[in-house]
T-cell receptor
Framework: DAGVTQSPTHLIKTRGQQVTLRCSPKSGHDTVSWYQQALGQGPQFIFQYYEEEERQRGNFPDRFSGHQFPNYSSELNVNALLLGDSALYLCASSFGGNEQFFGPGTRLTVL | EDQVTQSPEALRLQEGESSSLNCSYTVSGLRGLFWYRQDPGKGPEFLFT???AGEEKEKERLKATLTKKESFLHITAPKPEDSATYLC?????????????FGTGTLLAVQP
């Protein structure tokens, strides 16, 4: 079992650009959640996808959007990047609302 | 508002010196409390889920307990490889039922 995988590992962008991060869930999982973790902080919930629809959303602006594909993989898109968007972006998968298992994360740096 | 507070922020132990980490929470109906371990630059690694007051779970040198207001992660005879940040998170029944609300973590350093 490969577990949750994320790509890319690291990414450097400039302000105003757009970025797409990708996540493949653990085998057998159907729900994907995205979190943002700033340095020294706990992860903050961005949104959750189930059956290809956004089921819940945290306190993040509309610049953050996502998608879930029929194979349960997911993408996180961030438009008009700000310096404050620099963080570790984590994807977590679960079966329904049970324990969430995290991927290794994507480190995004915005210059 | 649902909230999680972890203490201490940082803890330094000698190898073999047992201690406990605290996680205090307020949530409108607890669906589950979760402990994760996170190494620098990596994603959180799942450790335990606790569902009701009085419940305990153990894994190697770690033991997690739960009351109605807080959870403890007890570390018995720690080794240097236990050094990491330990995160506590809750999942509530009110509002967004599936999201995890995290504390800021306890950074544990175990010296040989």
């Amino acid at each position: 079992d490969a577990g949750v995988t994320q790509s890319p590992t690291h990414l450097i962008k400039t302000r105003g650009q757009q970025v797409t991060l990708r996540c493949s869930p653990k085998s057998g999982h159907d729900t994907v959640s995205w979190y943002q973790q700033a340095l020294g902080q706990g992860p903050q919930f961005i949104f959750q996808y189930y059956e290809e629809e956004e089921r819940q959303r945290g306190n993040f602006p509309d610049r953050f959007s996502g998608h879930q594909f029929p194979n349960y993989s997911s993408e996180l898109n961030v438009n008009a990047l700000l310096l404050g968007d620099s963080a570790l972006y984590l994807c977590a998968s679960s079966f329904g609302g049970n324990e969430q298992f995290f991927g290794p994360g994507t480190r995004l740096t915005v210059l | 508002e649902d909230q999680v507070t972890q203490s201490p922020e940082a803890l330094r132990l000698q190898e073999g010196e047992s201690s406990s980490l605290n996680c205090s929470y307020t949530v409108s109906g607890l669906r589950g409390l979760f402990w994760y371990r996170q190494d620098p630059g990596k994603g959180p690694e799942f450790l335990f889920t606790l569902y009701s007051a009085g419940e305990e779970k153990e894994k190697e040198r770690l033991k997690a307990t739960l009351t109605k207001k807080e959870s403890f992660l007890h570390i018995t005879a720690p080794k240097p490889e236990d050094s990491a940040t330990y995160l506590c998170a809750v999942q509530g029944y009110g509002g967004a039922t599936n999201k995890l609300i995290f504390g800021t973590g306890t950074l544990l350093a175990v010296q040989p």
